[in-house]
């Protein structure tokens, strides 16, 4: 089945620095990468997904790339806000419309 | 987007009774829900998937005796969780899939077993 890895498990940033948060996939059959953030006791909220037609997509400070050849999938966080520090998970869609889970990237971003 | 409502958002019990969780997709029809489990500080476990109208299909090392799923209809999904333990304390969170493959999630439940 499908293992999805993510890395770092935390990430510490300067203010208005970049952060970048990359994750691999195992299954090539998987066609659906979405991002969400999580805040503390809160639930996950999706903020950018890419499916396995196009290799780039942005959202104002936001962006993921894919790579289907390596089989692996980055979020780009550009000009970092404080509000920006929280849990991000990334996913791959499996069989069954079952997302299949990477660990979480704890991101602190640094007045 | 698509609304997924949780309840309760808090939950307290006595160890050795049986709390429900209701998960409902408010605009959607959702054939197919998840439960998760998540322990502080790490990431989303998969417990079940839920089909309606039909059995739950649970993840390996999950107890579908004790942890009871029905999906009765396109909108509801409840998890019991039955005889509950302070080991069983945790916060759950359902999701269901919309047309385009999106999850949306509840609010989560913070259970805390007495």
Redesign the interface.
């Known amino acids: 089945g499908e293992n999805v890895e993510q890395h770092p498990s935390t990430l510490s940033v300067q203010e208005g620095d970049s952060a970048v948060i990359k994750c691999t996939y195992s299954d090539s059959a998987s066609n659906y990468f979405p991002w969400y953030k999580q805040e503390l006791g809160k639930r996950p909220q999706l903020i950018i997904d890419i499916r396995s037609n196009v290799g780039e997509k942005k959202d104002q400070r936001i962006a993921v790339t894919l790579n289907k050849t390596a089989k692996h999938f980055s979020l780009h966080i550009t000009e970092t806000q404080p509000e920006d520090s929280a849990v991000y998970f990334c996913a791959a869609k499996g069989s069954n419309y079952q997302l299949i889970w990477g660990a979480g990237t704890k991101l602190i971003i640094k007045p | ?1 698509a609304v997924v409502s949780q309840h309760p958002s808090w939950v307290i019990c006595k160890s050795g009774t049986s709390v429900k969780i209701e998960c409902r997709s408010l605009d959607f029809q959702a054939t ?1 829900m ?1 439960w998760y489990r998540q322990f502080p ?4 476990m ?1 417990m079940a ?1 839920s089909n309606e109208g039909s059995k739950a ?1 649970y993840e390996q090392g999950v107890e579908k005796d004790k942890f009871l799923i029905n999906h009765a209809s396109l909108t509801l999904s409840t998890l019991t969780v039955t005889s509950a333990h302070p080991e069983d304390s945790s916060f759950y ?1 359902c ?1 269901a ?1 919309g047309e385009n ?8 439940t ?1 259970l805390t077993v007495v």
């Open positions: 987007g197919t998840f500080k790490q990431s989303l998969l998937t299909t969170i999701s899939i493959t999106e999850a949306f999630f509840g609010q989560g913070r």
